[in-house]
């Protein structure tokens, strides 16, 4: 069964606006909390990452805030623009399983001009 | 620095046809996985290997097999191809340490 569960599916946003891609998981052992960006046609390309020791982390534009108690995580894309359009997954993956992740379904994101 | 290459970039089968779509990565990568992708379904792991001469199943591994070749080389073996196959494969590698995880370009597969 899908070990990360991922909401919304699609997302509409303005030009400029805030994006919010939500993720929840359930197990305790996953230590590792990658976000993947793919454009059509293309193969996923990691975005920014965190570990469960620290509750937030900011790339540019792009962040991830981490829940450890409600076992959450999302990404917060700031300032949206229509580049960002794209499919983005969260995953997470743990040690003994050879650093496999396990995906969310995805969501569709459209930045409208 | 070509990353992760796979081949081929297309493919279609007939029911019951066999294949194997090959996967080579240049950055030294200790594990490297096999993932399909469908629509609405995200990326599903196939197999995995943890390290060279290492084998596991992942999420979906009916109806193929794996062989780890060398550290470089890790494909993917479809004996006898089945409609609910279609798919896109996507070979990953990554290195313990860092843990990122680079993908391939990806094969999209047809079977008729």
């Known amino acids: 069964q899908q070990q990360v569960k991922q909401s919304p599916q699609s997302l509409i946003v303005q030009k400029g606006g805030i994006s919010i891609i939500n993720c929840a998981y359930e197990?305790?052992?996953?230590?590792?909390f990658p976000w993947y960006q793919q454009f059509p046609g293309k193969g996923p390309a990691l975005l920014i990452a965190i570990r469960p020791d620290v509750s937030e982390k900011k790339e540019g534009r792009f962040t991830i805030s981490f829940n450890k108690s409600a076992k959450q995580f999302s990404l917060h894309i700031m300032d949206s623009q229509p580049g960002d359009s794209a499919t983005y997954f969260c995953a997470a993956s743990r040690s003994n399983s050879g650093y496999a992740l396990n995906f969310g379904k995805g969501t569709s994101l459209l930045v409208t001009p | 620095n070509a990353g992760v290459t796979q081949t081929p970039k297309f493919q279609v089968l007939k029911t019951g046809q066999s294949m194997t779509l090959q996967c080579a990565q240049d950055m030294n990568h200790n594990s490297m996985y096999w993932y399909r992708q469908d629509p609405g379904m995200g990326l599903r792991l196939i197999y995995y290997?943890?390290?060279?001469?290492?084998?596991d199943k992942g999420e979906v591994p009916n109806g193929y097999n794996v062989s780890r070749l060398n550290k470089r080389e890790f494909s993917l073996r479809l004996e006898s191809a089945a409609p609910s196959q279609t798919s896109v494969y996507f070979c990953?590698?990554?290195?313990?340490?860092?843990?990122?995880?680079?993908f391939g370009q990806g094969t999209r597969l047809t079977v008729v």
């Open positions: 197990n305790t052992a996953f230590d590792y």
């Open positions: 990953a590698s990554s290195e313990w340490g860092t843990r990122e995880a680079f």
């Open positions: 290997s943890a390290s060279e001469g290492t084998t």
